[in-house]
């Protein structure tokens, strides 16, 4: 079974600012890797996501990911956010070794970015 | 861009009625899932279905919850008899054949009363 942990429930961050959003999981077997984003009164949206190879991945608006092994963590970061940026972004996992792929999702950060 | 669409957008009915809440994933598609988010809580996996068939269900999804494929384009959640804890954001997903990514829908609001 797997489980995913985001370790803050809130982060507000000015404009322009920097932000990390912070995911561990736990797995006995190996994942796949994504983070997706709720915009206000929307579906969730993928911004990233880890398969294999490099361990830091890209994604839309900015967004990058490093995929740690050792420390089971798939942190968050954006260098400068904007006030576009402001929704809940969730971690979430799924056991290669299992065709289905069902997603096991982290419990959200909600980011809040102010002016 | 193709994308998943759900309709309705918001439900609300009587706890112990039936509801169907409907989806149309991406067309080229073959694996669907629903999950739910109660307010407040996290997202959590309901069920996966591949190939007309469901591939996998959680704990939740107990002998109130059924899904079915009815044509070649929609996927459909039913809820037999809603319960006051059933009221949730109910997504629908699905993704390809050769890919791991989901693609969500909106979401529709599930309000039993």
């Known amino acids: 079974a797997q489980s995913v942990t985001q370790l803050d429930s809130q982060v507000p961050v000015f404009e322009e600012a920097p932000v990390e959003l912070r995911c561990n999981y736990s797995?006995?077997?190996?994942?796949?890797l994504f983070w997706y984003v709720q915009y206000p009164n929307q579906g969730l949206q993928l911004l990233l996501k880890?398969?294999?190879?490099?361990?830091l991945v890209k994604g839309i608006n900015g967004f990058e990911a490093e995929f740690n092994k050792s420390q089971t963590s798939f942190h968050l970061r954006k260098p400068s956010v904007h006030i576009s940026d402001t929704a809940e972004y969730f971690c979430a996992v799924s056991d290669r070794n299992n065709q289905g792929g069902k997603l096991i999702f982290g419990q959200g950060t909600e980011l809040s970015v102010k002016p | 861009e193709p994308e998943v669409t759900q309709t309705p957008s918001h439900q609300v009915t009587q706890m112990g009625q039936e509801v169907i809440l409907r989806c149309v994933p991406i067309?080229?598609?073959?694996?669907f899932y629903w999950y739910r988010q109660i307010l407040g809580q996290k997202v959590e996996f309901l069920v996966s279905f591949y190939n007309n068939e469901i591939s996998e269900k959680s704990e939740i999804f107990d002998d109130q919850f059924s899904v079915e494929r009815p044509d070649g384009s929609n996927f459909t959640l039913k809820i037999r008899s809603t319960k006051l804890e059933d009221s949730a954001m109910y997504f629908c997903?699905?993704?390809?054949?050769?890919?791991?990514?989901?693609?969500f829908g909106p979401g529709t609001r599930l309000t039993v009363t």
């Open positions: 797995s006995s077997v190996s994942v796949y």
């Open positions: 067309s080229n598609h073959l694996y």
């Open positions: 997903a699905s993704r390809g054949q050769a890919t791991y990514e989901q693609y």
């Open positions: 880890y398969l294999s190879g490099s361990t």
